[in-house]
Structure formats: structure tokens, C-alpha cells
């Protein structure tokens, strides 16, 4: 059970760090166009969709990303909780 509380943590980190970049590369033209652009739209906009519906944009900043993150991140505190039931 410690190795796939172990695995369950290291996806959801690689995939708040795949977010991250994926929101560092809107700072850059065209990065988004490149093929580890679209690779990362692949991944992460599913998730960060929801959010854009639910909150607008503030004037050029996009905080649904940031709200996004905090989400998946206490939802990581939630299944540490979860897991901690099972041991």
C-alpha cells in the first residue's frame, strides 16, 4: 500500500509541475505552439477548463490556474488523509 500512496503522490506532483509550466510558457510566444506545448495543453487543459468557465480572467491575469493548483493540492491533503485510514 506504501508504494502506490508513493506512486499516487509523485503523479500528482509531476502533474502540478507540468501545470506550472505549462502556465510559465503563456509567458513566451509560440512556446505554446511548439510540440511540448501542445503536449502539455493535452494534459493539463482538461483540468484547468472547468476553472476558466467558473473564473474570469482579472483584466490580463488568469487566476483559475492558481485556484486550480490549490484545488489539487488540498486534494492531495484529502487523499493523505485517506491513505492514512488504510495503514
Same mark, same amino acid.
Given at each position: 500500500?506504501?508504494? /502506490?500512496? $508513493?506512486?499516487?503522490? #509523485?503523479?500528482?506532483?509531476?502533474? #502540478?509541475? &507540468?501545470?506550472?509550466?505549462?502556465? *510559465?510558457?503563456?509567458?513566451?510566444?509560440?512556446? $505554446?505552439? =511548439? =510540440?511540448? +506545448? !501542445? *503536449?502539455?495543453?493535452?494534459?493539463?487543459?482538461?483540468? *484547468?477548463?472547468? /476553472? !476558466?468557465?467558473?473564473?474570469?480572467?482579472? +483584466?490580463?491575469?488568469?487566476? =483559475? &490556474?492558481?485556484? &486550480? *493548483?490549490? @484545488?489539487?493540492?488540498? &486534494? @492531495? #491533503? +484529502?487523499?493523505?488523509?485517506? /491513505?492514512?485510514? /488504510? $495503514?
Amino acid at each position: 500500500m506504501v508504494l /502506490f500512496e $508513493r506512486l499516487v503522490f #509523485q503523479l500528482v506532483n509531476l502533474y #502540478q509541475i &507540468a501545470i506550472v509550466i505549462y502556465i *510559465l510558457m503563456s509567458w513566451f510566444p509560440g512556446s $505554446r505552439d =511548439s =510540440s511540448i +506545448g !501542445r *503536449l502539455l495543453a493535452n494534459i493539463v487543459e482538461p483540468y *484547468l477548463e472547468p /476553472f !476558466r468557465k467558473i473564473i474570469p480572467p482579472i +483584466g490580463m491575469l488568469d487566476v =483559475s &490556474a492558481l485556484v &486550480a *493548483l490549490i @484545488t489539487l493540492r488540498l &486534494a @492531495t #491533503q +484529502g487523499l493523505a488523509v485517506l /491513505f492514512s485510514f /488504510f $495503514r
